[in-house]
């Protein structure tokens, strides 16, 4: 039986990409570096929001990666809000999923990972929330998905980690739990194993 989950956050549940390319491309603006559209952001999407910064970097440019990144989480803070939101079907999914424990886990800066869940999400329904912080190496080490389940007191065979790219798919199997793939997310094309669903409604059958 399935006891917990852990879902990615980003491509998986929601589709953060619009207020992610405002809030890189303002920063971009800022140092005047050119900007991309949202479609090439979404590949940048996934490792962070430091590995976004050097991706979205021009080639030999004075601007440091960790000075965009702190540029970008400033303008993020105000641009989430409007460019965040529920993938189609994810709420009525989540709703079906009573009687196992929940979580969040995410590569995007914790401080966000937490006001998303407060905001979108219902009250209690994640018994945790982890993102990006110094407690853990970012995904795809399993660290953080280790803690988690030795805090619940389950096994990994008991648990299913659900994502939309190959780094969620490595975390998964670098931690033993089985993983599930969602088609619908940032990262098409990405290996995402033997099992993989192309809509919500799919997780109840993939949990068997």
Not at 12 to 38: F, K, R
Not at 123 to 139: A, C, E, I, T
Not at 174 to 187: K, L, M, R
């Amino acid at each position: 039986m399935t006891e917990a989950l852990i879902f990615d956050l980003d491509g998986t549940l929601v589709d953060s990409l619009p207020g992610i390319a405002a809030a890189l491309n303002a920063a971009l603006s800022d140092a005047g570096l050119p900007t991309h559209p949202e479609e090439k952001v979404r590949d940048f999407v996934g490792s962070g929001s430091l590995e976004l910064a050097r991706r979205a970097l021009p080639a030999r440019t004075e601007t440091t990666a960790e000075a965009l990144e702190a540029a970008f989480r400033d303008h993020y803070a105000h641009t989430w809000r409007e460019g965040t939101e529920f993938y189609p079907g994810i709420e009525e999914m989540l709703a079906s999923l009573g009687g196992r424990k929940l979580a969040l886990l995410s590569n995007k800066p914790h401080s966000f990972t937490r006001e998303i869940a407060d905001f979108l999400f219902e009250k209690g329904l994640f018994d945790r929330v982890l993102g990006q912080s110094d407690d853990f190496p970012r995904k795809p080490a399993p660290d953080s998905t280790l803690a988690l389940l030795a805090g619940w007191g389950i096994s990994p065979e008991n648990a299913r980690f659900v994502g939309d790219s190959a780094i969620d798919r490595q975390t998964a199997e670098n931690a033993g739990v089985p993983f599930i793939g969602v088609t619908w997310g940032y990262h098409h094309g990405a290996d995402l194993g033997p099992v993989t669903i192309q809509h919500p409604r799919g997780l109840s059958a993939a949990l068997g």
